[in-house]
């Protein structure tokens, strides 16, 4: 308590330096604190469910590569679902469930919900019930059951709270279905990258029913459009119960070899699976703020060796009356201890500020965004944080305070000595690392930067400007066969053209660089192969005038045409991509392909390609465009399709007008997730975007706290070596000689710790690597500019105390001493 009392007195006597610390200290904190509180939500707290540390994702993987990564869930088929199932005995629950937009009808409004068809038993899988009423039966996964659980939020916006929703009737694309539970606030499921919170669940019992004749999509082996999540048995280890998936694997290769040929499965545990690959942009950014704190930490540490100079009477007066250098010591760093208390929740109070930016900030794909906030686990790690920092600062201040001579520590005090070399030498090293830290940060920094503006400057192969986009899903009762739904598409694109302001308007089955595909298996008719070895490609199907509203240039051939309908030969085009790997230096014109999908029962149709378009990147700005084959709507004639409006001036200004053109069609067709389509490519660099602003903001502040860490120990050493200064211009010595001895002394330290700087940037290249497009994570260029850029900071923080040194008056440095 005296140590308190007396640090509380000291603190209080030097606002100014006391001001300086604390703000020093905040910054690195606060920075830590706020990003802590992303990886806390994301990469840290346990998922919502019954023992989630038991629940694994199954993860399908080519053999022939590898399970390289996570970065993309990976799809099954059902029937392999069953099989898995049926056969494990590792696994205490094994469920599937996929995305299901569905129309909710009450007569008067038709809305869009966002669904799930899952199999019956997921809510066991993950230990939840409803709060009113019951979970799926298992036979209700069965054709002919149609049951629906709402959530919570549905529940409350649509059907008013009603306690008595259980038992009653709603209807879904057209078909009637029983209210059987309503999950709890807050439940939410799938915790998919970037996806739109379900709001109701129903069982795979609607997709295992045909109405046409066709074999349903969950009948298909090798048709993988579902994702499996199972829970292990009690005891049972993550690796005992890969050993068995591997078994079960190896013999349903053997089984079916047309689909299955090359399939394994690795058991992902479904945290991992739900982060994906945000795990190494969270982790590097812990990195740079750890380095900002630990920049910090260094600045604060020269402060105090600085201030306990100044103390060498008082601790020399301590110790001739008996204190022991344990009690020196633990005064120093009970007030340096303080310091980071108080720098902690200074740090705190700007965490949460910045929190609230970050989470504006943060790309729309990060897992559980929503649960960001600072928590019992962030204030913990806050306030660890500032005692470790604290006493960090502190420990070399107090060793240097605590081993110092009594006797000659009094002599030099009454004679008024400078900093002995020891002390100048163990600055001199703080003043490296600063530099050395700064420069990892400043060349991370201009690495993002430098990758982001060229993912930026990536030519898609459409232009994005002014166009809005929206989804319109036909409900499947009124517009079950293809031709009606054909229809109704060309004649709302037919009306929508005819809108004031529209330039061109088309569809297609999925947006690009939304993060959504569908691939098929295709064939080449003049040289078939077996089911297992065929390629596979990109599918999308589109309206007429989709690349001229999208402006994507057709190289050869033509475009689809109105007599491409459902009556005229089966036709497809091709992109670049998909030309030069299937059909090098031949014409792909003319060639004969099956892709490998169809919405008519029966074989798919051999398809002419008819057309070659320029490469599109269509799922990442970063990876090469994929094959590519685009079909014509009229002969693949889905229900639900995404419209593409190309406007003069602002395409958002067209959203009523297009919502209002739907209803005139058909009120139950609604329109929904209107959204610009230069907001997908501006959400397609937001990872990049957001770790180049946030890596850059960090290493500002290093490079500022560097610099002020130049900038006060070189000012202190010319207060240090005023005599000497003095002495050497009073025998004779040129301003400029003593000019080029300081400023070469700073210059030194700052060519110390470039070059170390520079041996550590290679050193961790690799874990740059994946983060960077088109440069290399030691591209000289980038570290030039930033070692430059350092050096003339550093070059100002030297020159100005040198300058200082050198208008030194002889005759009152003298004087003064």
Known sequence: MQNLRYAVRMLAKQPAFTAIVIVTFALGIGANTAVFSVVNAVLLRPLPFKNPQNLVALWPYDIREGLKSVADWSSVSYPDFRDWRAQNDQLEHVAVYTNQGLTLTDGSQATHIVGEAVSADLFALLGVQPMIGRAFFSAEDEPGNHVAILSYGLWQRRFSSDPKIVGKSITLDGKSYAVVGVMPRGFEFPLMHDSVAAELWTTVATLRESSDGSTPMTEQRGNDFMFCVARLKPGVSLSQAQARIDAISATLRQQYPDSNAHVGVALVPLLSAVVGDTRPALMLLCAMAGCVLLVACVNVANLLLARSLSRHKEISIRAALGASRLDVAKQVLTESGMFGLLGGFAGLLLAIWAIDSLRKLLPANIPRINDISPDWHVLLFTAAASVFVGILAGLLPAWRASHGSLASSLNDTARGSTEGTRGRQTRAVLVVVEIVLALVLLATAGLLVSSFLRLQRVRPGFDPANVLTAR????????????????????????????????????????????????????????????????????????????????????????????????????????????????????????????????????????????????SHLISLSAKPKPQIYVPHPQFAI????????????????????????????????????????????????????????????????????????????????????????????????????????????????????AIGVVLIFAIRSLLSSLLYGIGATDPATIVLVTLLLAGVAFLACWWPARRASAVDPVIALRQQ
């Open 639 to 754: 229900q639900s399709m995404s419209l593409f409006v190309r406007s003069d001036g602002d395409a958002r200004a067209l959203t009523s007008a297009v919502r209002n053109a739907v209803a005139e069609l058909d009120k139950n067709v609604p329109l929904y997730r209107e959204r610009l389509l230069s907001d997908y490519f501006s959400s397609s660099i937001a990872q990049p975007r957001f770790n180049a602003l946030l890596v850059g903001l960090f290493s500002a502040v290093a490079l500022l706290l560097a610099a002020a860490g130049i900038f006060g120990v070189m000012s202190y050493a010319v207060t240090q070596r005023t005599q000497e200064i003095g002495i050497r211009l009073a025998l004779g010595a040129q301003r400029g000689h003593v000019l080029r001895l300081i400023f070469g002394e700073g210059m030194r330290l700052v060519a110390i710790g470039v």
């Open 472 to 615: 319109v899903a036909l409900p499947g009762d009124h517009y079950a066969k293809p031709q009606a739904a054909s229809d109704f598409f060309a004649r709302l694109l037919a009306r929508i053209a005819t809108l004031p302001g529209v330039r061109s308007a088309s569809a297609a089955w999925w947006i690009p660089l939304s993060g959504s595909e569908i691939a098929f298996n295709f064939d080449i008719q003049e040289r078939p192969m077996p089911k297992s070895q065929q390629p596979v490609a990109q599918v999308n199907v589109i309206a007429l005038d989709y690349f001229k509203t999208l402006r994507t240039p057709v190289l050869s051939g033509r475009d689809f045409i109105p007599r491409d309908d459902v009556k005229a030969p089966h036709v497809a085009i091709v992109n670049e991509a998909f030309a030069r790997e299937f059909f090098p230096g031949e014409n792909a014109l003319g060639k004969r392909i099956i892709p490998r999908g169809s919405v008519e029962p029966g074989e798919p149709p051999v398809r002419e390609i008819v057309g070659v378009i320029g490469d």
